[in-house]
Every structure is written in structure tokens, then in C-alpha cells.
């Protein structure tokens, strides 16, 4: 199912060019932030390489996440930008996120065994952008993220008599946050 909606995306924005007549060309977004929610506050960075034509643009993005638990997103981005100047832009990112270490922190003391699985993640906002160099723009956007993580923990439980036995717990993780980045352009 996910792959026919990538595939239905990216027809449509191929078609939308062909359509204008206009040529598409090859653009970077990279930029750095912070996600703000319940939990301390985390560093997010990504880096996003798509096509551009008109006022459209299309990528493939990956990126590092520090809040809560760090994990590494991998999605895919689309901007429309707006204005006289197009220096207005709305974004949307969805795609799945991987958790980059496999065991849990402070907040469970003991555990015998113990599995992270990664989840959705998404990233909806709005922002804008300004001229910075030739071809290249510093933007600044604001938007509301979601990431979800599951892990799965097994404890020994060892009774005076008797055989031991693991007991497993099941914990879902999800946040939803702002984020506020600023980034390149190019």
C-alpha cells in the first residue's frame, strides 16, 4: 500500500512538471533543530535531496532525532512554496523511523533481554525562506512532529522454588512535538 501512494506522489509531481513545461532541477535542504514536548528538549538535523521545478519540490530525506530516544527518520518530503516571491513554503514528511541503539536508558534498572522497534514518523509545517547566496536560501520553519518506538523487555523472575521464567513488557513510545529548524538551501 505505502508503495503505491510513494508511487501515485511521485507521478504526480513528474506529471505537474511535464505539464508546466517546465524543467526540473536537483535541490538540498539541510537543516538543524530543536523538538520541544513533554520530554527535555532534543537536537533533530536532516538532510533532504529531491527535484525542484516550479514551485514544487520532492526528495528523499534522512536525518538524525535526539528527542527522548535518538533515531535515525527516513522519509520521503514534500514543499509547495507560495508568494509573489515563493519565499513562503508548507511541508509534509512521512516515512518510518529507526531506533540507533537497542536498549533501554536510565529509567529501567534491570532487564535481561530487551528489543527497540521503530515506527512511524511524521513532520507537518510551515516556514520561509530567504536569498542567501547565488542559487542557495537560509530557511527557518516551524511544523509538529510525530515519532513512534516500541520496545519489548524481559526481566528473569528466579521464585525461592521452582524454575525461572522471563516476564515480558511492552512499551509504547509516542511523541508528538514542535520543531523549529533552520537550514540551507541549494
Known amino acids: ?29 539541510n537543516s538543524i533543530g530543536f523538538a520541544i514536548g513533554e520530554s527535555t528538549p532534543g537536537l533533530v538535523s536532516e538532510t533532504i535531496n529531491g527535484i525542484k521545478f516550479s514551485n514544487w519540490f520532492s526528495g528523499i530525506g534522512i536525518g ?9 527518520p527516513l522519509f520521503i518530503d514534500g514543499r509547495w512554496f507560495f508568494g509573489d516571491d515563493k519565499s513562503g513554503f508548507i511541508y509534509g514528511d512521512i516515512g518510518y523511523n529507526f531506533p540507533m541503539k537497542n536498549k533501554p536508558g ?16 511524521t513532520d507537518i509545517g510551515i516556514g520561509f525562506k530567504t536569498k542567501f547566496i547565488k542559487e542557495s536560501s537560509l530557511l527557518l520553519s516551524l511544523g509538529h512532529s510525530y ?32 520543531i523549529l529548524k533552520a537550514g540551507l538551501v541549494f
Do not use: W
Not at 64 to 72: F, Q
Open 106 to 121: 536510565k529509567e529501567i534498572y534491570y532487564y535481561d533481554s530487551y528489543h527497540f522497534t521503530g515506527g512511524v514518523y
Open 64 to 72: 538524525i532525532d535526539n528527542y527522548h530516544y535518538k533515531t535515525l
Open 1 to 29: 500500500m505505502k508503495k503505491i501512494a510513494y508511487t501515485i506522489l511521485g507521478l504526480f509531481f513528474l506529471c505537474s512538471a511535464i505539464a508546466q513545461n517546465i524543467k526540473p532541477r536537483f535541490s538540498s535542504v
Open 147 to 178: 515519532k513512534k518506538l516500541q520496545t519489548k523487555i524481559g526481566v528473569n523472575i528466579c521464585p525461592f522454588i521452582g524454575p525461572c521464567y522471563v516476564d515480558y513488557s511492552k512499551y509504547d513510545f509516542r511523541f508528538g512535538r514542535m
